[in-house]
């Protein structure tokens, strides 16, 4: 085929994989990440939140952050998806430098994270509410800046819209309360809502943060259920949670922040036996 010539030699050895022995635990390991974060600072006045964390997450897994309180996790979150601005370091997401792009920007790429119903939100149906959603979600200012879009989505055809909400919904199992106020639905419903209105996004890539903090039970089967299924079809999830039964059970790959760093990573088996790790959850204010 004409422009595909074969690797000369020299190439070929720069691509050899390294012996076993070299192989690290960590997610330098990992060869083609969806998600890099390298070296990321973030400065609030005097008080450095993340202090150089560097990880990768690997296309389809889904992987856990974890750490004590105020080890950095949610500043990282937040500096991923746009909400902050490094103060330095890079993010790439899917082969490109993402680094300080905006929500929109980053959701349009489909790289996403669940957001709080918002106060006017909760005003609102829970269809309307993930109607609202495709253009992707902006936090505060969500309604501001989907409307727009969304008159644009509504006029192209909202026939597929409202097929497709629906079809979020009932995947979420809260399509009986469809035409229920966001703001009557309990903690966990609204989480579920959350997902729904990400999912509606149609990303690659997902970042929660506690999604299930104040889900009963039931919906905490539900909403991990989901998440695995959604795996399956190949999508990707970060996910920073307190409950460690969890994290332990679901994620393949964990990475533990401290005081702003990646303290260690690996497996469920590889963290519970880091001592590092035992030493900062003791010491911190958990
Ligand atoms: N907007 C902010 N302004 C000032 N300091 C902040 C801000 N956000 C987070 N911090 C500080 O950064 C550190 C990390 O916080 P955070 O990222 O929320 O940790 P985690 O989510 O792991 O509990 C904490 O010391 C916290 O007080
Ligand atoms: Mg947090």
């Given amino acids: 085929m004409a422009g595909v ?8 050895v720069g691509t050899e994989r390294r012996s076993r022995e070299d192989v690290p635990t960590t997610s330098e390991a990992i060869d083609s990440p969806l998600l890099e974060v390298k070296r990321l600072r973030k400065e609030f006045g005097g008080v450095t939140a993340v202090d150089g964390a560097s990880f990768r997450v690997a296309s389809g897994s889904l992987t856990g952050l974890i750490g004590p309180n105020g080890a950095g996790k949610s500043t990282t979150f937040n500096c991923i998806t746009g909400i902050h601005e490094p103060t330095a370091g890079t993010v790439r997401f899917d082969g490109q430098d993402v680094t300080g792009l905006p929500p929109y920007t980053l959701a349009e790429r489909g790289l996403v994270r669940t957001f709080q119903i ?21 936090g505060e200012s969500a309604i501001r800046a989907v409307l727009p879009g969304l008159r644009e989505a509504v006029e192209r055809d909202e026939a597929e819209l409202v097929e497709d909400a ?18 009557n639905l309990s903690g966990g419903q609204r989480k579920l809502l959350e997902m729904a209105r990400v999912l509606m996004t149609d990303p690659e890539m997902v970042l929660l943060d506690e999604p299930l903090a104040g889900v009963n039970p039931t919906l905490e089967e539900k909403l991990l259920d989901r998440i695995d ?14 409950d460690m039964d969890v994290i332990m059970e679901h994620c393949e790959h964990i990475i533990v922040m401290h005081q702003g760093q990646v303290l260690a990573e690996g497996d469920a088996e590889t963290i519970q036996r880091d001592e590092r790790v035992l030493e900062a959850y003791l010491g911190g204010d958990v």
């Fill in 5 to 12: 010539t074969p690797m000369s030699d020299a190439e070929a």
């Fill in 118 to 138: 918002a106060r006017e939100l909760s005003e609102m149906t829970v269809l309307e509410n993930v109607m609202l959603a495709p253009p992707g979600q902006v």
């Fill in 166 to 183: 629906w079809e979020t919904l009932s995947f979420f199992e809260i399509d009986h309360l469809a035409h229920e106020n966001a703001g």
């Fill in 229 to 242: 299924e959604l795996r399956r079809e190949g999508l990707t999830f970060l996910l920073v949670e307190h």
